[in-house]
């Protein structure tokens, strides 16, 4: 089997893989809550309140925890992302219950003490000044903005400086009492398993979590009318820019051939972006593209970082390589080295156990049935070239177009002009 599952009498579903061979394990919580399920005046609360997990249980205090688990060589970390917080732990295999007991310990005992509160609070809005400081990472949270216009997921996942002043301790105790509730957690473990004592162990610290109701966000139902910009003039060396469009949700059949697209257009070094932007004409150093999936939408991508005289030829440049596989669609050598760069860069991923468990976790969150690897990958490797030229017909128009830029100067009136004939 690719993998096994258990479920719990409250509800929590466990999802783990034995990797024999591995000295290590990893093993993670996920909830499923995360930024888009937050109210305006409440944006940031999830992401809060993962930092404030770390600062101490009635069990352990906040040196306990990092030591229990540094303490024995392993490692641990958290992350929000607009659907989902997770506490992870990647540790020796002969402490797979510790790293349970303590993850378990974090998500149901926090002391949520008020001057931990205030510190945390000040923490993080530095750390949203810091990346609001870095044009290159604030420029995509400008696009979310938007794209996502008036919407939780255009929200920045750490809030902002003045809704992190608002939030209160009882708005931390209330999201936490009815978001980390047994339906929307999942346990996921990978590598060196005792299948035995995972179980007991997993019955242990976790059967005590209360059942409530699952979480749901705001569903998404608009769609993008553009094209659409939002510049920010700043005092910058390099120009950022960000620009795309909705795209497939994860359970839409097309993001394997939006996945493939976007491998050929700018995924890789051997994209088509990267050799005309910067290796024949030199105009950027850094130029990639992206993809977002979530629960009923997703997103397409496509970063730069150039001289401030380029930007708009540079955006030309780059609507121009999306207008040509519109009209004229994919080579087949390149469609079939997209193939065999998404397939290895799965298989190479999977090798890590953390990676393993982060995608059985995530798959186990949002699907009753987790598509398993063999599955994704005949899927990948079943996409035609006429698919590819389909999917960004559908997905490469005008009124499916945003564009964020911080930078020094841009010329508004021939960006708007040379996103209107996408």
Not at 58 to 65: P, S
Not at 148 to 164: C, D, F, I, K, W
Not at 209 to 238: A, D, F, M, S, Y
Request: hydrophobic letters at 35%; a positive charge; one cysteine or more.
């Amino acid at each position: 089997m690719e993998w096994q599952e258990f479920k719990l009498h409250n509800g929590i579903r466990l999802i783990y893989k034995n990797l024999p061979g591995t000295h290590s394990v990893s093993t993670g919580i996920f909830v499923k809550i995360g930024s888009r399920f937050e109210k305006q005046g409440l944006s940031g609360v999830s992401h809060f309140i993962e930092h404030l997990l770390f600062k101490g249980t009635k069990k352990r205090n906040y040196r306990q925890i990092k030591e229990a688990i540094e303490g024995v060589g392993g490692n641990l970390n958290g992350f929000t992302s607009e659907e989902v917080t997770c506490y992870w732990i990647k540790i020796l295999g002969e402490y797979l219950d510790l790293s349970i007991d303590v993850l378990a310990d974090m998500i149901q005992n926090p002391l949520l003490k008020d001057t931990d509160i205030e510190k945390e609070r000040k923490v993080i809005i530095e750390e949203i000044n810091m990346y609001r400081d870095i044009p290159s990472k604030y420029v995509f949270e400008i696009f979310d903005g938007t794209l996502y216009n008036n919407h939780p997921l255009g929200q920045p996942v750490a809030g902002t400086s003045e809704t992190m002043g608002k939030i209160k301790k009882e708005n931390i105790s209330n999201h936490i009492k009815n978001s980390y509730t047994a339906e929307n957690i999942v346990v996921s473990v990978s590598g060196n398993i005792s299948e035995k004592t995972l179980l007991k162990s997993v019955e242990k610290h976790l059967s005590s979590v209360g059942k409530n109701k699952k979480n749901i966000c705001k569903p998404w139902h608009k769609k993008t009318v553009g094209p659409r910009t939002n510049i920010l003039k700043k005092t910058t060396e390099q120009t950022h820019i960000v620009m795309g469009g909705l795209g497939p949700s994860r359970f839409d059949e097309k993001r394997y051939q939006v996945e493939v697209l976007n491998t050929i257009l700018g995924g890789n070094m051997s994209s088509r972006l990267f050799n005309r932007i910067r290796e024949q004409m030199g105009l950027a150093y850094a130029i990639k593209s992206f993809t977002k999936h979530y629960q009923d939408t997703g997103a397409y991508l496509i970063y730069a970082g150039v001289s401030p005289d380029n930007s708009e030829k540079s955006i030309e440049a780059v609507v121009h390589e999306m207008r040509r596989v519109k009209e004229s669609g994919v080579k087949k050598i390149e469609l079939e080295r997209a193939k065999k760069f998404i397939v290895s860069q799965i298989l190479m991923g999977l090798e890590d156990n953390l990676e393993y468990m982060l995608y059985l976790g995530e798959q186990k969150l949002f699907r009753n049935r987790p598509v398993p690897i063999k599955e994704v990958i005949e899927k990948i490797n079943s996409v035609s070239p006429e698919q590819v030229r389909k999917v960004a017909e559908e997905l490469f128009q005008p009124k499916n177009f945003c564009l964020s830029l911080i930078g020094p100067k841009a010329d508004d009136d021939r960006i708007m002009k040379t996103l209107s004939v996408l």
